[in-house]
Nanobody, 115 residues
Framework: QVQLVESGGGLVQAGGSLRLACLVSRSPFRLYDMAWYRQAPGKQRELVARITTGGGTNYADSVKGRSTISRDNAKYTVYLEMNSLKAEDTAVYYC?????????WGQGTQVTVSS
């Protein structure tokens, strides 16, 4: 069973920055497309950013230009750095690992942006 453990969430002021990390418990990490999703209260879960096995990235329009997703295959870890945080970024952030028909999810980490 693959386990994903997120860290780095917390309370941050608007305009601030944070970096989320997601550690994947098992190989082959390098063969997973990795992504960050978020879910705000009363809203559907939405894709924030994705990074493929080849390093290609895509971002939600709402975070484009102020977020960076990256991966360290040697550390089995994917990161999400977010800058210029806004109140609307407040959500539970989930890490996702995808390979063929398999999807794995972390338990989520809360990010709260105070205005």
């Amino acid at each position: 069973q693959v386990q994903l453990v997120e860290s780095g969430g917390g309370l941050v002021q608007a305009g601030g920055s944070l970096r989320l990390a997601c550690l994947v418990s098992r190989s082959p990490f390098r063969l997973y497309d990795m992504a960050w999703y978020r879910q705000a209260p009363g809203k559907q879960r939405e894709l924030v950013a994705r990074i493929t096995t080849g390093g290609g990235t895509n971002y939600a329009d709402s975070v484009k230009g102020r977020s960076t997703i990256s991966r360290d295959n040697a550390k089995y870890t994917v990161y999400l750095e977010m800058n210029s945080l806004k109140a609307e970024d407040t959500a539970v952030y989930y890490c996702n690992a995808h390979r063929t028909s398999w999807d794995y999810w972390g338990q989520g980490t809360q990010v709260t942006v105070s205005s």
